[in-house]
């Protein structure tokens, strides 16, 4: 198995663009679930799905921020315009409902 | 609502003993056990669902104490592979969110 597979690794944007990071699951996992870390705030949920439905988004910050996730095998994090604040590692991670495994992040900068 | 860890760094030499401590202000389901090493993704460890439960991952063991919410992590002799930081995370109920504290960092030295 591959493992939760995240893009792109790395992504520097201007203030004010669209970003959107992608994350395809661990197959047969049924939760998947989007962190944001940064020194600062350490590691937060944002957002996590069941059988490809939003259960919990209260940790979404603002509306700028939206996640789907269209079938089981991929879900997008989306920043809409983009903020500096917004700079830290994205992880998505999927889970069979026990341990979580985590993709190996999306660090994104915004300039 | 987050788990609170302490403490927040320790350092220790090859062989020596750790113990990382997580708490919880709301009745607990179950507690997660992860390790980050810098520039990498958190790394599951061992998941704890029984109050009193103990396991063990090589030499490192965690137990949990339902009734006071709490959980510890034991580093037992460490080895220079155990440093990185460390995270609990919490569930409340099953199928429910899991919420991080906010680690402890570990420094093994020679």
């Known amino acids: 198995d591959a493992g939760v597979i995240q893009s792109p690794r790395h992504e520097v944007t201007e203030m004010g663009q669209e970003v959107t990071l992608r994350c395809k699951p661990i197959?047969?996992?049924?939760?998947l679930f989007w962190y944001r870390q940064t020194m600062m705030r350490g590691l937060e949920l944002l957002i996590y799905?069941?059988?490809?439905?939003?259960?919990?988004d209260s940790g979404m910050p603002e509306d700028r921020f939206s996640a789907k996730m269209p079938n089981a095998s991929f879900s997008t994090l989306k920043i809409q315009p983009s903020e500096p604040r917004d700079s830290a590692v994205y992880f998505c991670?999927?889970?069979?409902?026990?341990?979580?495994?985590f993709g190996s992040g999306t660090r994104l900068t915004v300039v | 609502q987050q788990p609170v860890q302490s403490p927040q760094a320790v350092i220790l030499r090859e062989g020596e003993d750790a113990v990382i401590n997580c708490s919880s202000s709301?009745?607990?389901?179950?507690v997660h056990w992860y390790r980050q090493k810098h520039g990498e993704a958190p790394v599951f460890l061992m998941i704890?669902?029984?109050?009193?439960e103990q396991k063990g991952h090589d030499k490192i063991s965690a137990s949990f104490n339902e009734k006071k919410q709490q959980s510890s992590l034991y580093l037992t002799a460490s080895q220079l592979s155990y440093s990185g930081t460390y995270f609990c995370?919490?569930?409340?109920?099953?199928?429910?969110?899991?919420?991080f504290g906010g680690g402890t960092r570990v420094l093994v030295k020679p």
């Open positions: 704890l669902l029984k109050g009193g």
């Open positions: 991670a999927s889970s069979p409902l026990t341990d979580l495994a």
């Open positions: 995370g919490t569930i409340k109920a099953a199928g429910n969110k899991l919420t």
């Open positions: 709301k009745a607990l389901y179950s």
């Open positions: 197959s047969g996992h049924d939760y």
């Open positions: 799905f069941n059988n490809n439905v939003p259960i919990d």
